[in-house]
């Protein structure tokens, strides 16, 4: 990766190829910022989502994966959702599902030809995962990804307190 950037502001005005969203696995908007990015991107990614939800069995996004629609409203091409996992102990396979979550996101990204990405802080929220623990795994992810055309990962950190995690951590 070329770059991997800190920032703090609100995803929902990135002008980037993609940005993820922090999806619960009904895909379908929620609060924080799934329900931010939705509510900016408007009436056509609910109804690009809803499209993606019957096309999927059980109809619902796993944790861990990555699903790509497009962006709506939004400055970007993409919004890639990915349902992160909801912490409980750290001896549930928490680590291994959130590295999946910023790998596949990775992963859809590179197979667009996407340049740049942002990130939330996925699922350090609502779902409770600690956030130095979740920080180390989003930064060691995004260095171990071997891209085609992703140029630019940027966390995009709602807080200078959660910026200040990955600053340390990066530069660390």
Known sequence: METLEI??????????????????????????????????????????????VDSLPGHRGKTGEAYLTGAGALPCKYVIHTPGPVYYDGNHGEAELLAASYRNSLTKADERGCESIAFPCISTGVYGYPKEEATKIAIQT??????????RVIFCCFSERDAEVYRRLLNG
């Open 142 to 151: 995004a260095r171990d990804f071997q891209p085609r055309s992703l140029k």
């Open 7 to 52: 920032i703090v502001g609100n995803i929902t005005k990135l002008s980037v190829d993609a940005i993820v969203n922090a999806a619960n696995c009904g895909l379908l908007g929620g609060g924080g910022v799934d329900g931010a990015i939705h509510a900016a991107a408007g009436p056509a990614l609910f109804e690009e989502c809803v499209k993606l």
